[in-house]
């Protein structure tokens, strides 16, 4: 199986921060890197497909980069409804993994 | 509305069977590959399983293959999970999601999910 492991695990940060997290895969992916938010108690919805591409409706704040092994997800001026966890996850193959999430708060 | 619905979790004891159901409105149920995905309780998100559009391939994670069950009914825009010989370790919320792509063009990455039902194995 593919592990993804992202960093840091948890992170605090003020409204109009510019923010990064990283994902890190145990083998290359090429760019299948997806990136989900979750706020307490609701389901993740998706941020970023394919690396980083924007999906339909979601803020032009959040962008995504990286291929092979190393990603990045950056928010790049923090607004109060983006605290939340962010998850990374694989599609280059099954089964599908995802990384064990970054808790963003507030500082 | 577009939307996807979860029900028939609950309390099981361990080795028991339950089966869990989404009702999908709002879009072309018959033309999307679909998924379970659990998240223990404040654990991280696991994929469980996933059926084509036609539920003519089926795939599953590794620690539920052999004992879950992943299906569907086109006429009835619903998808199912039949979850045998419960454990402890899988006590969580299930979520159904949507792949983002659709027939044979499917992508492991999920673009619609519901809120979840849960699933609590203990005696």
């Known amino acids: 199986d593919i592990q993804m492991t992202q960093s840091p695990s948890s992170l605090s940060a003020s409204v109009g921060d510019r923010v990064t997290i990283n994902c890190r895969a145990s083998q290359s992916i090429s760019t299948y890197l997806n990136w989900y938010q979750q706020k307490p108690g609701k389901a993740p919805s998706l941020l970023i497909y394919?690396?980083?591409f924007l999906q339909s409706g979601v803020p032009s704040t959040f962008s995504g980069s990286g291929s092979g092994t190393d990603f990045t997800l950056t928010i790049s001026s923090l607004r109060p409804e983006d605290f939340a966890t962010y998850y990374c996850?694989?599609?280059?193959?099954?089964?599908?993994?995802f990384g064990q999430g970054t808790r963003l708060g507030i500082k | 509305q577009v939307q996807l619905v979860e029900s028939g979790g609950g309390v099981v004891q361990p080795g028991r069977s339950l089966r869990l159901s989404c009702a999908a409105s709002?879009?072309?149920?018959?033309?999307?590959?679909m998924h379970w995905v659990r998240q223990a309780p404040g654990k991280e998100l696991e994929w469980v399983a996933f059926?084509?559009?036609?539920?003519?391939?089926?795939d599953y994670g590794g620690s539920v293959e052999g004992r879950f069950t992943i299906s569907r009914d086109n006429s009835k825009n619903t998808l199912y999970l039949q979850m045998d010989n419960l454990r402890a370790e899988d006590t969580a919320v299930y979520h159904c999601a949507r792949d983002r792509g659709t027939r044979r063009l499917f992508q492991n990455l999920f673009d619609m999910w519901g809120q979840g039902t849960m699933v609590t194995v203990s005696s």
């Open positions: 394919s690396a980083s």
């Open positions: 059926v084509w559009y036609d539920g003519s391939y089926k």
């Open positions: 996850q694989q599609s280059f193959t099954t089964p599908i993994t």
């Open positions: 709002g879009f072309r149920f018959g033309d999307y590959g």
